[in-house]
């Protein structure tokens, strides 16, 4: 298991019973490393500086005890903000007819790059209705997850 994965294995449970969710967890950086943690609340209450406040409370005892990142790093826990990353399978589910951007890992009609509507998802793929600003001559384009490279709400559709 990767340790991103690990790592959110760790939390995710001890979040989720303070009322947290984790969008996305990222370890970057080679001289200082940082170690973000983006969250978001079960109430869907808008994240705010005292909930990263609590969250980097929570977990930082954990992460220190396990000590699983042995370098020296920053602990950066964020709000998804409103382009919102799409992460996992039910990140796209739930936000089914809302506008998003993606990028694939291949070219597609000579592109990477959509916009459009997500018109479904499932535990596997997504299907998204393409803005036809750039006069697409395919209206829709569907998706496996692992043909996404990047995907985030937008909010300028």
């Given at each position: 298991m990767e340790l991103c994965q690990r790592i959110e294995a760790l939390i995710a449970p001890v979040m989720e019973n303070d009322g947290y969710a984790v969008v996305?967890?990222?370890?970057?950086?080679?001289?200082?490393?940082t170690l973000q943690i983006m969250i978001e609340r079960l109430d869907d209450v808008n994240v705010g500086i005292e909930d990263c406040e609590n969250v980097s409370r929570l977990v930082s005892p954990m992460l220190d005890v396990e000590d699983w990142i042995s370098d020296a790093y920053t602990l950066e826990?964020?709000?998804?903000?409103?382009?919102?990353?799409?992460?996992?399978?039910?990140?796209f589910i739930r936000f089914v007819g809302k506008p998003v951007t993606l990028q694939t890992n291949f070219l597609i009609n000579n592109r990477k790059k959509?916009?459009?509507?997500?018109?479904?998802?499932?535990?596997?793929?997504?299907r998204v209705l393409l803005d036809q600003q750039n006069n697409d001559k395919s209206t829709h384009i569907e998706l496996n997850y692992t043909d996404i490279r990047s995907a985030r709400l937008?909010?300028?559709?």
């Open positions: 996305r967890l990222q370890l970057s950086g080679n001289i200082r490393k826990v964020s709000s998804p903000g409103l382009d919102r990353p799409l992460v996992k399978p039910k990140d959509f916009q459009g509507t997500l018109e479904f998802a499932s535990e596997t793929a997504i937008c909010t300028l559709l």
